[in-house]
């Protein structure tokens, strides 16, 4: 989704509030900025009102002390994570000023998410006095305006961006303000203009939308910014999966074919829209585009349509890009010890006896914990799982691996809140500080029973099971996407059912099994290959999942997204895996 730009204006927008009010409001300074706001301009106002600061004792401290205590809604902060793991390129356009921008940004680990930052010049001088400048210094040249403020003009930054960017970029604005209309007139018919319901920017988009070219959706808090922001790049990026098909990999077993016919794909028709939408009694026409300023219902405590998306992921070469247990006794050097008794006992009580071993020969918690934070992984897993998370999907961790050192691995990565549930072998370190582990399956009592490649202390078939027996209580029928690469993988693939997904590491023994046995396979099935195709494939089908959904619930309050060129793909059937399924670039 690297063809995607957002661009965010900063106060009422990112911050619920406006952060030049907000710092003078919380140091006491209101009375005196209102007395002097009919005479100057806000932007040499607000340099005048931090020299009074300064001189009344206010520290540089005192100011950012108040910007980190500036309002946010709690959705803010996943939804720019969330928009920039998925690809996008973020900037910010603001008429504040950068000291307050960064302040803020940088308190809520944000700041390196933004890749430019338009705003007004600010620093602190030589006395600690922080100075404000205008962006435009109209005290030389007017920018030649009438629509935004002296010393900023949005729209022709906008411009400058526009002329900057490479190849065939689309542009989403989300703004609040008057002076974010400005900018939404110079953006383009494949571009998306995002108003705050109920602002200025609203209001004049309301009384004039025949100028705006872009489509139009309104948000009106955080919790609806983030939604209506992580569609719009999901369906940005179906689209742009459409205009790929010509680069997609082949896959060598007999998968799932979706048709890339561009009769395939027709530009949405209006429908007809229910009255709580409406804000116009007319929906206005463009040339080849459908704009209406109704976005999407909210009324409805239901959830995002990802919701209903269940990721199931096995963790070594899935997650983490090698066999944890192998990893940790190679590092060690235990690795000879281990083939040599290797032989003689099953893996997992193998794995019991090293840990056994590694502690008496003097090896700590400590170093077995340095060994799993170098554990290799492909940097684009862990941007699909935090993407995966925020767009509402349930992710869960099947693995023959143990509790001990997935935990302290996605801990390390900062994923352990991503995963609702981790089944695999358990683990604790003991009174000794010696790691202990154990099988999922007591096979020394009863064997599991599996006739498939399980190994004797867990069948992940069993685990599939009563995942989905949990999911069939439920309100909402949920879809499961099932990611693995070994054996003990292939059971769990069998008991996948139609409308599933199966996504098998290519190359890898699960593929090999898939490809033998391809008949045995309900589900849909697509390879991966490493860990931007993993990232590339699962999203393609949570977005496909959400998409489907969001057709069949037709147009109610658990719609997602409508009046927009959305293209969608023709639902499969066991029947049709006669050809390869093709996986977008």
């Known amino acids: 989704m690297a063809g995607i730009v957002v661009i965010f204006d900063f106060d009422k927008t990112i911050i619920d509030c406006d952060s030049d009010n907000w710092v003078l409001d919380e140091l006491g300074f209101t009375d005196l900025f209102n007395q002097l706001l009919p005479t100057m301009p806000w932007n040499p106002l607000m340099d005048k009102m931090m020299k009074e600061l300064h001189a009344q004792g206010k520290t540089i401290d005192d100011i950012v002390e108040v910007l980190k205590r500036a309002p946010i809604h709690p959705r803010i902060v996943p939804a720019i994570k969330a928009a920039h793991a998925l690809g996008c390129e973020l900037r910010v356009v603001s008429d504040a000023n950068m000291f307050f921008i960064e302040t803020i940004l940088e308190h809520l680990g944000l700041r390196e998410y933004f890749s430019e930052i338009d705003s007004n010049p600010s620093f602190v001088d030589e006395e600690e006095k922080l100075r404000i400048f205008p962006y435009h210094d109209f005290t030389k040249s007017s920018h030649g305006?009438?629509?935004?403020?002296?010393?900023?003009?949005?729209?022709?930054?906008?411009?400058?961006?526009?002329?900057?960017?490479?190849?065939?970029?689309?542009?989403?604005?989300?703004?609040?303000?008057?002076?974010?209309?400005?900018?939404?007139?110079?953006?383009?018919?494949?571009?998306?203009?995002?108003?705050?319901?109920?602002?200025?920017?609203?209001?004049?988009?309301?009384?004039?939308?025949?100028?705006?070219?872009?489509?139009?959706?309104?948000?009106?808090?955080?919790?609806?910014?983030?939604?209506?922001?992580?569609?719009?790049?999901?369906?940005?990026?179906?689209?742009?999966?459409?205009?790929?098909?010509?680069?997609?990999?082949?896959?060598?077993?007999?998968?799932?074919?979706?048709?890339?016919?561009?009769?395939?794909?027709?530009?949405?028709?209006?429908?007809?829209?229910?009255?709580?939408?409406?804000?116009?009694?007319?929906?206005?026409?463009?040339?080849?585009?459908?704009?209406?300023?109704?976005?999407?219902?909210?009324d409805s405590p239901s959830k995002m349509a990802a919701s209903d998306v269940v990721v199931v992921m096995d963790f070594d070469k899935t997650i983490i890009d090698c066999d944890s247990d192998n990893w940790v006794v190679d590092e060690l050097g235990a690795t000879e010890l281990f083939n040599q008794l290797l032989p003689t006992m099953p893996w997992n009580s193998l794995m019991d006896r090293m840990m056994k071993e590694l502690h008496s020969q003097g090896a700590k918690i400590e170093d077995i914990v340095a060994v799993l934070k170098r554990t290799p992984i492909h940097s684009r897993i862990i941007q699909a799982i935090k993407s995966a998370h925020a767009l509402g999907c349930d992710l869960k961790i099947v693995s023959d691996a143990n509790v001990f050192f997935i935990d302290t691995i996605l801990k390390h990565h900062g994923l352990t809140d991503c995963f609702s549930e981790i089944n695999t072998n358990p683990s604790f370190v003991d009174e000794e500080g010696r790691l202990r582990i154990f099988p999922y399956h007591d096979f020394t009592e009863h064997p599991h029973g599996c006739p498939h490649p399980c190994p004797p202390n867990m069948c992940k078939g069993i685990v599939i099971e009563r995942i989905q027996a949990s999911l069939s209580a439920m309100e909402e029928k949920k879809t499961i996407i099932y990611m693995g690469d070994g054996l003990g993988d292939f059971c769990p693939s069998l008991k996948l059912g139609n409308g599933d997904y199966m996504l098998p590491r290519k190359d890898f023994p699960v593929w090999d099994l898939v490809c033998k046995n391809r008949s045995l396979i309900k589900a849909e099935v697509c390879e991966w290959s490493n860990g931007e195709e993993f990232e590339h494939v699962l999203l393609h089908f949570i977005t496909k999942i959400t998409i489907d959904k969001s057709k069949t619930n037709g147009n109610n309050a658990t719609q997602l997204y409508s009046d927009c060129k959305v293209q969608t793909m023709p639902g499969s059937s066991h029947q049709a895996f006669s050809q390869a399924l093709y996986v977008p670039h």
């Open 145 to 298: 305006c009438n629509l935004c403020p002296p010393n900023m003009c949005k729209g022709r930054v906008i411009e400058r961006i526009q002329a900057s960017l490479e190849g065939k970029k689309k542009i989403i604005y989300l703004g609040d303000g008057s002076g974010d209309y400005c900018p939404g007139l110079k953006l383009g018919e494949a571009d998306y203009m995002m108003p705050r319901k109920n602002y200025p920017v609203w209001d004049l988009i309301c009384r004039n939308p025949m100028l705006i070219k872009a489509e139009i959706y309104e948000w009106t808090d955080g919790e609806e910014l983030e939604k209506v922001l992580l569609q719009l790049i999901n369906m940005i990026s179906l689209e742009e999966d459409d205009a790929n098909s010509s680069q997609f990999i082949s896959v060598d077993c007999k998968l799932q074919t979706m048709s890339a016919s561009k009769n395939a794909f027709p530009h949405a028709l209006p429908r007809k829209l229910q009255s709580n939408y409406l804000l116009f009694p007319t929906i206005f026409f463009l040339p080849c585009l459908v704009v209406s300023l109704k976005a999407f219902s909210f």
